[in-house]
């Protein structure tokens, strides 16, 4: 929901080597035509970490990792021929030179939640809410920065009372603010830090909020999937098994017993035990690595994955319909 997928740092590795794959190649990456569904869109930025269809507003809501910001992205009425236009709703001064990450829509109070960080230092890291209808702010509460641990809030999920949980993929840890905006507590566990660096390099990111009050939480480079009662926040380590989980990204929650996990591939993941266990079900690959999965999404009963990165003089971005 970013970004979801890195920190400051790995940002700019991932742009250098971007920068250094040969043309021809993504040349040859770009015509690869999917095998299914796509949207595609112009945009003012190169990098949308997080896309969530408004099923009211009947557009997509797009984060911009790049500045900060939120945008729509409205499909035509004509079969979607051709790119849309991205149009910005969102560009708050008081977070410039912040990134937009994960993104949920808190249907019952008309508002959208997006995680801000400070992509680079990796010093900064809020909450924001923003009215749908106005989009005028309605808090921001600070999670980091008056210390000198480093932190980066990721993604965010949203429980029926409006209480807030972001993942901090720097620091793991799961800050959680109420619905008025104030920070609360913080979720933390020595099984968000499993054995070996390489496997901490990116913590903690997507997640989602299950109807049955609990949250499943997604560690990136382990590719550990977590439960957490929220009676008692007991954290406990998902047994999953038909394939792994690494270098999964933001999570989206199809119904009470499936998620879909972003990344490449995309994966169904399914549990018929209340997610004590579950099971890798089905894989999808977009096929185009040097955009990067980031994020999903369910518009009528269809997921749609978006990639962070935009290519072209008029930065085309793509969402596109995964079929597992």
């Given at each position: 929901?970013?970004?979801?997928?890195?920190?400051?740092?790995?940002?700019?590795?991932?742009?250098?080597?971007?920068?250094?794959?040969?043309?021809?190649?993504?040349?040859?990456?770009?015509?690869?035509?999917?095998?299914?569904?796509?949207?595609?869109?112009?945009?003012?930025?190169?990098?949308?970490?997080?896309?969530?269809?408004?099923?009211?507003?009947?557009?997509?809501?797009?984060?911009?990792?790049?500045?900060?910001?939120?945008?729509?992205?409205?499909?035509?009425?004509?079969?979607?021929?051709?790119?849309?236009?991205?149009?910005?709703?969102?560009?708050?001064?008081?977070?410039?030179?912040?990134?937009?990450?994960?993104?949920?829509?808190?249907?019952?109070?008309?508002?959208?939640?997006?995680?801000?960080?400070?992509?680079?230092?990796?010093?900064?890291?809020?909450?924001?809410?923003?009215?749908?209808?106005?989009?005028?702010?309605?808090?921001?509460?600070?999670?980091?920065?008056?210390?000198?641990?480093?932190?980066f809030a990721d993604d965010v999920a949203v429980d029926a009372r409006g209480n807030a949980y972001v993942t901090d993929a720097k620091g793991s840890k799961i800050w959680k603010v109420d619905v008025n905006g104030e920070l609360v507590s913080t979720i933390e566990s020595p099984l968000f830090t499993p054995p070996g660096w390489y496997n901490n390099l990116v913590a903690l990111n997507g997640i989602v909020y299950h109807p049955d009050g609990f949250l499943i939480v997604i560690h990136t480079f382990s590719g550990l999937l977590y439960k957490i009662d929220l009676t008692d926040d007991k954290v406990t380590v998902v047994e999953v098994?038909?394939?792994?989980?690494?270098?999964?990204?933001?999570?989206?929650?199809?119904?009470?017993?499936?998620?879909?996990?972003?990344?490449?591939?995309?994966?169904?993941?399914?549990?018929?035990?209340?997610?004590?266990?579950?099971?890798?079900?089905?894989?999808?690959?977009?096929?185009?690595?040097?955009?990067?999965?980031?994020?999903?999404?369910?518009?009528?009963?269809?997921?749609?994955?978006?990639?962070?990165?935009?290519?072209?003089?008029?930065?085309?971005?793509?969402?596109?319909?995964?079929?597992?």
């Open positions: 929901m970013s970004p979801s997928f890195c920190s400051g740092r790995f940002s700019v590795a991932l742009f250098l080597v971007i920068s250094a794959v040969p043309i021809s190649y993504l040349v040859s990456l770009e015509r690869a035509v999917p095998s299914t569904h796509v949207f595609s869109y112009h945009s003012s930025g190169f990098f949308r970490e997080c896309a969530k269809w408004d099923d009211v507003g009947r557009r997509f809501l797009v984060s911009f990792m790049d500045g900060g910001g939120i945008g729509e992205v409205v499909p035509s009425d004509d079969g979607d021929i051709g790119a849309l236009r991205e149009v910005t709703l969102v560009k708050d001064a008081d977070l410039a030179g912040n990134a937009s990450l994960g993104i949920v829509i808190d249907r019952d109070r008309n508002r959208l939640l997006v995680a801000v960080a400070d992509l680079l230092g990796n010093r900064y890291s809020a909450l924001a809410a923003y009215d749908m209808s106005t989009w005028r702010r309605v808090f921001l509460a600070e999670l980091s920065g008056q210390s000198k641990e480093k932190s098994t038909g394939g792994t989980l690494r270098f999964g990204d933001g999570l989206e929650l199809l119904s009470r017993t499936k998620i879909v996990v972003a990344g490449s591939p995309a994966r169904l993941v399914e549990s018929s035990d209340g997610w004590r266990t579950a099971t890798v079900t089905g894989w999808f690959s977009t096929g185009m690595v040097h955009r990067i999965v980031s994020s999903a999404t369910v518009k009528e009963g269809r997921v749609y994955l978006n990639h962070i990165v935009g290519f072209g003089s008029k930065k085309r971005h793509l969402l596109v319909e995964a079929v597992f």
